[in-house]
C-alpha cells in the first residue's frame, strides 16, 4: 500500500527528501513519523487530502510536506537537519471508509554531526 524511499546519510545541515508512494486505497490523511532508538515513535508532519499540513515544533521551519494527488505520493523535503533528526521514519495513510490506517516499511535517516 506504502511505498517509502529517498532515506540516506546526510551531514548536520543537510538536505533529504523523502517519498512514500500509495496504492489501492483513498486516503484523507497521510503524513511522516518517525522512531528514534529508544524512543516512542512521534509525529513529524501530516498533510490531508484538502492540502491542510501540521507540523511537529521540532521540524517546523526545516521541514515541508508535500503532495502530488495525481500520483498518490506524498514528499517530505527536510532541511537544515541536525542530528536528532536521525530515526527511522515511516509513511502514514489514515483511510475513512472503512477505517483503516497504513504504514509503510520505514526508511532510515542519519544526521551526523
Known amino acids: 500500500q506504502l511505498q517509502a524511499s529517498g532515506g540516506g546519510l546526510v551531514q548536520a545541515g543537510g538536505s533529504l527528501r523523502l517519498d512514500c508512494a500509495a496504492s489501492?486505497?483513498?486516503?484523507?490523511?497521510m503524513g511522516w513519523y518517525r522512531q528514534a532508538p529508544g524512543k516512542q515513535r512521534e509525529l513529524v508532519a501530516t498533510i490531508t487530502n484538502s492540502g491542510g499540513t501540521n507540523y511537529a515544533e521540532s521540524v517546523k521551519g526545516r521541514f515541508t510536506i508535500s503532495s502530488d494527488n495525481a500520483k498518490s505520493t506524498i514528499y517530505l523535503q527536510m532541511s537544515s537537519l541536525k542530528p536528532e533528526d536521525t530515526a527511522v521514519y515511516y509513511c502514514n495513510a489514515k483511510q475513512l471508509v472503512p477505517p483503516m490506517n497504513y504504514w509503510g516499511q520505514g526508511t532510515q535517516v542519519t544526521v551526523s554531526s
Open positions: 489501492g486505497g483513498t486516503f484523507i490523511m
